[in-house]
């Protein structure tokens, strides 16, 4: 597997909305078999970047490229399955592989393996007779990520996979993925509003600020002057037990004057 | 006696049977995704919308057929097109096309009646007359529902993927709203059926009922449909049995088909209600 080399090259990406700009030349790359966070305090414009790297939003400037990915697997941000939808775990698992296909699925051994395989892959074995409705918001992410995974993709991106989880199932998640990227050597790009929890699995993180982003290995990008350069007011960076806090002091502070490694465009 | 005599040999039941048959598969079939889909209004609106075409075609003397089937398919091209994506606004186009099209309905029957001087066409355009119907109406009913259920084979996969949640089949290339317009038109064809043999207002009960009823009791896609299929056949069937063994319990007049279909289907959905319903979450 040739690893260290990029799979994912956003070069000054920006998307504008004819409201408002949403993303601002947004440049950063994501090496193969690395663990991505790309983590959004605020909403600005998380959902806009992984709807832009799937093809779905064409960027208005700048360049992005995702090297020979033949396919992208997706987890999009909260699934509401209503407990009478009469889909099983596996029924789930099953049309990440083959349900976008024209004709009735006819059962074969090849494909029923393959769908264990799967369910065995996220824990889900116990489940995986149960409708998708009455599943935990936990075990619902499992089945979501082995629909995302069975055809095998490169890149695994996740929106928020991490919002409304209990503290129990957000870490069984978060190891769950990085087991997903280190065994498996499949790229993982997770969004998250708190970068906490994944702390101990990311490689590198992109942090996403006023439609900015600042990236690189956490412990170069999460500090009070990479972070008060990216939201042009001044921000603290405290770390405490392990845990990082980003406290703004607020845009009324006195702006920065001081020009720093990486270019953050005008504060509009 | 269960089946009185003479019933599998009266041609107006033979015609019942076999339509009201093609009507309850092709609403299982599409019952279950308007459910899953949570647009069981919008079938009702397609239906009553479906009645004005129903009305049309009694007055201007072509096949009802046609008329029903037009009428719908127009509505749910501009449901579509309308396009909206909040429910909530969605059930107010809704409700504003079935509006219109009763207020159609309104026009036409008013005209039936005044021109053919008889209210038959209002009880038969709404509430259904399913020993009335013309056999030479079999083959061409029987086509509309073959092609809707063609169409539903086809498209089986991408629309369960959509009814999940969009976005699933979005990621994975599926055109979205050429599901769902197809879909639309899948359940345009089955209020036919079923605006043709129990009438359109009750046409909702045989396309919500059954589907509904499956839906409590099985836990993946196909053993639901399939039930719902099962549900609405043994209704329907069973509707026009009664309907007919009634002419003998009250002596000069029956009782009204329609009536003896959705009272099983309601009967029947009661039931369920009683099975036990895993929905706590595990």
Request: proline share 5%; hydrophobic share 50%; with cysteine.
């Amino acid at each position: 597997m040739e690893t260290g080399q990029e799979l994912l090259a956003l070069d000054r990406v920006s998307v504008t909305f004819p409201d408002r700009q949403v993303l601002t030349e947004v440049s950063f790359t994501v090496n193969r078999g690395s663990f991505c966070g790309l983590i959004d305090a605020n909403g600005s414009g998380k959902t806009t970047l992984l709807r832009t790297i799937l093809g779905f939003q064409a960027p208005s400037a700048g360049r992005l490229r995702i090297s020979g990915a033949r396919a992208v697997g997706y987890v999009p941000q909260k699934i509401q399955f209503d407990a009478d939808m009469p889909v099983r775990a596996r029924d789930l698992v099953a049309l990440g592989l083959d349900g976008h296909r024209l004709g009735l699925p006819f059962p074969s051994r090849a494909k029923t393996r393959l769908v264990d395989e799967m369910l065995t892959a996220v824990d889900a074995t116990g489940f995986a007779d149960q409708r998708v409705g009455n599943l935990s918001g936990g075990q619902q992410q499992r089945v979501l990520i082995a629909h995302a995974l069975i055809r095998r993709p490169k890149l695994l991106l996740l929106d928020e996979p991490l919002a409304n989880l209990d503290i129990r199932a957000v870490a069984e998640i978060v190891a769950l993925l990085g087991r997903v990227c280190k065994a498996h050597g499949i790229t993982v790009l997770v969004s998250a509003h708190d970068m906490n929890p994944l702390l101990g699995v990311m490689d590198q993180i992109v942090y996403l600020a006023n439609g900015r982003a600042a990236s690189g290995p956490t412990a170069e990008v999460v500090r009070t002057e990479v972070l008060s350069a990216l939201y042009g007011y001044h921000i603290d960076v405290i770390k405490v037990h392990g845990r990082v806090l980003v406290i703004a002091a607020g845009p009324d502070e006195l702006p920065l004057h001081e020009d720093h490694h990486i270019h953050v465009a005008a504060v509009p | 006696m269960l089946f009185e005599p003479g019933f599998f040999a009266s041609d107006p039941v033979q015609t019942a049977l076999i339509i009201g048959g093609g009507a309850a598969v092709v609403s299982g079939v599409a019952g279950v995704f308007t459910v899953l889909r949570g647009q069981s209004f919008a079938g009702h609106a397609l239906a009553d919308v479906s009645s004005a075409g129903g009305s049309a075609a009694f007055l201007f003397g072509i096949n009802p057929l046609l008329g029903f089937l037009g009428m719908a398919v127009l509505a749910a091209g501009a449901m579509d097109l309308v396009g909206v994506r909040r429910a909530q606004e969605r059930d107010l186009v809704t409700g504003i096309v079935l509006g219109a099209g009763l207020g159609l309905t309104a026009l036409f029957l008013y005209l039936d009646v005044t021109t053919h001087s008889t209210t038959g066409a209002a009880i038969s355009v709404m509430f259904g007359s399913m020993f009335a119907i013309p056999p030479s109406l079999i083959a061409p009913a029987l086509a509309v529902g073959a092609a809707a259920l063609l169409v539903v084979g086809l498209i089986y996969r991408p629309l369960l993927l959509c009814s999940l949640d969009p976005s699933l089949a979005d990621v994975r290339g599926v055109n979205v709203r050429a599901v769902g317009l197809l879909h639309l038109l899948v359940l345009s064809m089955a209020v036919t059926l079923s605006a043709m043999t129990i009438g359109a207002i009750l046409s909702t009960a045989l396309l919500i009922g059954p589907a509904a009823a499956a839906l409590r009791l099985a836990h993946q896609p196909v053993a639901a449909i399939l039930l719902a299929i099962a549900i609405g056949l043994a209704a329907t069937w069973g509707g026009i049995l009664l309907a007919y063994d009634s002419y003998d319990w009250t002596p000069g007049h029956g009782w009204p088909v329609s009536f003896c279909i959705v009272t099983i289907i309601f009967a029947v959905y009661l039931c369920t209600g009683l099975a036990p319903r895993p929905r706590a979450r595990a």
